[in-house]
């Protein structure tokens, strides 16, 4: 368990492939923890949804998740981060080297997204991102 001090009732999300960190859009898992500890593991919904990056974040703000932790981060999903108040932080490597250095603050949260663009996506896909962050926004 971590000190409750540091947390207070945050929760925090590491995405996962093959116990590294990894990317919104392509992380087989998704791993949330809070003061106890690691809560939850959940198959990635950007795996076999097509706002990819959006659906995981869209599962983070469902799960009440104030911070994440990726390797890298394209925009769609670092501007979707920002607008629902989620804190993105990058660590390249082993999940566990990330969460320890996320605990001991040695992280340092990203001001903007570490990918340019996306992947390559279909026309109507950007359609279908751009309408999913337009859509939020009025609530």
């Known amino acids: 368990a971590y000190s409750s001090s ?28 809070d003061e106890n500890g690691l809560v939850e593991k959940y198959a990635n919904p950007a795996l076999t949804d ?5 659906a995981t974040m869209n599962s983070l703000t469902q799960r009440s998740v104030s911070h994440l932790i990726v390797a890298d981060i394209g925009r769609p999903a ?3 981060a920002k607008k629902v108040g989620i804190k993105v ?3 390249k490597g082993p999940e566990e080297k990330g969460v320890e ?9 990203l001001s903007a997204a570490t990918e340019q663009g996306e992947h390559v996506h279909a026309p109507r896909q950007k359609q279908n991102i751009l ?7 009025h609530e």
């Open 101 to 109: 250095a996320f605990i001991s603050g040695s992280l340092k949260e």
């Open 50 to 54: 097509p706002l990819r990056g959006i």
């Open 6 to 33: 540091f947390f207070d009732f945050m929760k925090f999300a590491v995405l996962v492939s093959d116990g590294q960190t990894a990317d919104p859009g392509d992380a087989k898992e998704v791993h949330v923890y």
């Open 78 to 80: 670092f501007a979707y």
């Open 131 to 137: 309408l999913a962050l337009h859509s939020t926004s």
């Open 89 to 91: 932080y990058s660590s």
